[in-house]
């Protein structure tokens, strides 16, 4: 299972938390969508700390226009 081969390697390393893509995967990946899954399972008995990387909607739109990419975009609010 992913998540407990994430928890084994931040125990392994000592990881003060993990970075993970936003829960839409930025592009709607699903291993991307997998990983993050992934790694929010592996890091709650611990409460490690977790950062989700994601775009800001005006440039996930910029990107989808300039090369027909399917990037989501959040609102800074989001």
Same mark, same amino acid.
Do not use: K
């Given at each position: 299972? !992913?998540?407990?081969?994430?928890?084994?390697?931040?125990?392994?390393?000592?990881?003060?938390?993990?970075?993970?893509?936003?829960?839409?995967?930025?592009?709607? #990946?699903?291993? #991307? @969508?997998?990983? %993050?899954?992934?790694? !929010? %399972?592996? *890091?709650?008995? %611990?409460?490690?700390?977790?950062?989700?990387?994601? !775009?800001? *909607? @005006?440039?996930?739109?910029?990107?989808? *226009?300039?090369?027909?990419?399917?990037?989501?975009? #959040? @609102?800074?609010?989001?």
């Amino acid at each position: 299972m !992913l998540a407990a081969e994430v928890a084994a390697t931040a125990a392994q390393v000592a990881a003060d938390g993990l970075v993970v893509f936003d829960p839409s995967g930025v592009t709607g #990946h699903p291993d #991307h @969508r997998a990983a %993050t899954a992934a790694a !929010l %399972t592996a *890091a709650a008995p %611990t409460a490690l700390p977790v950062l989700g990387w994601t !775009l800001p *909607a @005006r440039v996930a739109q910029t990107l989808n *226009a300039d090369y027909g990419a399917a990037f989501a975009g #959040h @609102r800074p609010d989001d």
